[in-house]
């Protein structure tokens, strides 16, 4: 909750009361990524996308540390029971919806 986002995410939602709500799948992707040889959350987040065939992963990168970051989502899997885990724990955060310009 100390690093908040402000200007237009801080508008959508993305605020102390979301951070709250969050902190268990936050945290369940820290252990699931140190139970994978210290993978971020970012890298679990993008390895969990990857899982769905449903969805089309188009990252994008600005320098060579995000490149790197992304790179480690690469070349491992998600036991299903970890997908199962952690689609269960999303679902139990509150969806941030709106774009801040719909409020104008």
Request: glycine residues 8%; contains cysteine; aromatic residues 6%.
């Amino acid at each position: 909750e100390t690093n908040l986002p402000s200007g237009a995410r801080q508008q959508m939602g993305y605020n102390a009361d979301f951070c709250r709500k969050a902190a268990p799948l936050l945290d369940l992707m820290r252990i699931v990524g140190e139970n994978h040889g210290g993978k971020t959350p970012s890298q679990v987040a993008l390895n969990w996308l990857l899982t769905n065939p449903d969805v089309t992963v188009i990252p994008g990168v600005k320098n060579r540390e995000q490149v790197e970051e992304l790179m480690g989502a690469l070349g491992w899997q998600l036991s299903e029971a970890e997908v199962e885990e952690l689609r269960k724990a999303a679902k139990a955060v509150p969806p941030v919806q709106g774009f801040p310009a719909e409020k104008f």
